[in-house]
């Protein structure tokens, strides 16, 4: 009777602490060289007067170089202000047991798209791709991240990563807190 609970506490166990398969929008390895990245996922939704605001991460590994990339997509029939990304920006995770981690813009100049739909509304759309620094990766794997500040070439945003996020987008549950440590291992 021992082995018989003993077996099956371990199958409940090994269930509850799989990792979560890996969900690739590209995944290429040819003569060149390897590039793989994550579909694009929902940390942050602001939806308030006619303004939506959307931020997405992304993870990317171009020959064993992990990057983090964020896209930015605002929508409003207002004036959008141009959030934009140089070689001084810089995203800080701040985790659940009190560590910052800091990640840098790659070096390169982006203020985003600007398109007007068919319904009035101007979208812009700004991506952005940050690189991890040394030991960061082992961390984001251990704590979960409760605050994010992007610090762009106009200025400074903070924002909360909610522990659960119900998308008005696509109708989806989201677990931004959990990002890293969920995807981590789809670019090792």
Do not use: W
Not at 103 to 125: A, S, Y
């Amino acid at each position: 009777m021992k082995q018989l609970i003993t077996i099956v506490l371990f199958f409940i166990t090994a269930n509850l602490l799989a990792q979560k398969p890996c969900d690739y929008s590209v995944n290429v390895n040819d003569s060149i060289g390897t590039y793989k990245s994550t579909r694009e996922y929902i940390v942050h939704e602001k939806i308030f007067g006619g303004n939506s605001n959307y931020i997405f991460y992304s993870l990317a590994s171009t020959d064993g170089m992990p990057t983090l990339n964020v896209q930015l997509l605002q929508k409003s029939k207002d004036f959008l202000k141009a959030n934009c990304f140089d070689k001084n920006s810089k995203l800080i995770l701040q985790l659940n047991n009190g560590t910052i981690i800091t990640m840098l813009h790659i070096d390169q100049e982006n203020c985003g798209t600007m398109i007007r739909d068919d319904k009035g509304f101007d979208n812009r759309v700004n991506t952005g791709n940050f690189m991890f620094m040394k030991g960061s990766i082992e961390e984001l794997k251990k704590s979960p991240v409760s605050m994010m500040r992007i610090q762009y070439l106009t200025g400074t945003e903070d924002y909360i990563l909610r522990r659960e996020l119900k998308s008005e987008l696509d109708n989806k549950t989201y677990h931004p807190e959990n990002f890293f440590i969920d995807n981590l291992h789809c670019i090792e």
